[in-house]
T-cell receptor, first 112, second 114 residues
């Protein structure tokens, strides 16, 4: 069973608009969540994270929202830029801090 | 400051052969992780180390897979008697420590078993 799910394999957005990427999880023991971005032929790179004691974390154009009761988090990118086009992975970890569980990713395409 | 490096970047081997994949983490990072990633999927946890101690190996698929980090720096993931189903991208990552820290990923080793 997949404990972290990204139900949208792809998303296409116009430059300047908001991109919203979603992630759902099933394990209530997860208490730390991260988003990674991956360009082709490269490894994932860290984007932003959020602890379960918060419901929002913002870093420039990127904001992550956490809804613990719904076991749902989302990444908002405003405004979206063509350079944001990449695969975005949601990841979660819990009491076994070193073990991260990743979703299967959402491919974001930002059109000029 | 060098990032995480992995070697080889590509490995083609015949079924039944043993392979060793190497990871050189960021200097000073306590924690080192191994993942396997199939096409179109996210990284799948295999194992991780703090210093030289293997903390969790619950993701290793079977006893053909093993990993070590003998001096708390470079790590080797070994797959014995490779099978075609072992073909995948193998990624290594490191972090300052294991709790509430982002991981820095290497470029991966693409393993193809013929």
């Amino acid at each position: 069973d997949q404990q972290v799910k990204q139900n949208s394999p792809s998303l296409s957005v116009q430059e300047g608009r908001i991109s919203i990427l979603n992630c759902d999880y099933t394990n209530s023991m997860f208490d730390y969540f991260l988003w990674y971005k991956k360009y082709p032929a490269e490894g994932p790179t860290f984007l932003i994270s959020i602890s379960s004691i918060k419901d929002k974390n913002e870093d420039g154009r990127f904001t992550v929202f956490l809804n613990k009761s719904a076991k749902h988090l989302s990444l908002h990118i405003v405004p979206s830029q063509p350079g944001d086009s990449a695969v975005y992975f949601c990841a979660a970890s819990g009491p076994n801090a070193g073990k991260s569980t990743f979703g299967d990713g959402t491919t974001l395409t930002v059109k000029p | 400051g060098a990032g995480v490096s992995q070697s080889p970047r590509y490995k083609v081997t015949k079924r039944g052969q043993d392979v060793a994949l190497r990871c050189d983490p960021i200097s000073g990072h306590v924690s080192l992780y191994w993942y396997r990633q199939a096409l179109g999927q996210g990284p799948e946890f295999l194992t991780y180390f703090n210093y030289e101690a293997q903390q969790d190996k619950s993701g290793l698929p079977n006893d053909r897979f093993s990993a070590e980090r003998p001096e708390g720096s470079i790590s080797t993931l070994t797959i014995q008697r490779t099978e075609q189903r072992d073909s995948a991208m193998y990624r290594c990552a490191s972090s300052v420590r294991d709790s509430y820290n982002e991981q820095f990923f290497g470029p991966g080793t693409r393993l193809t078993v013929l």
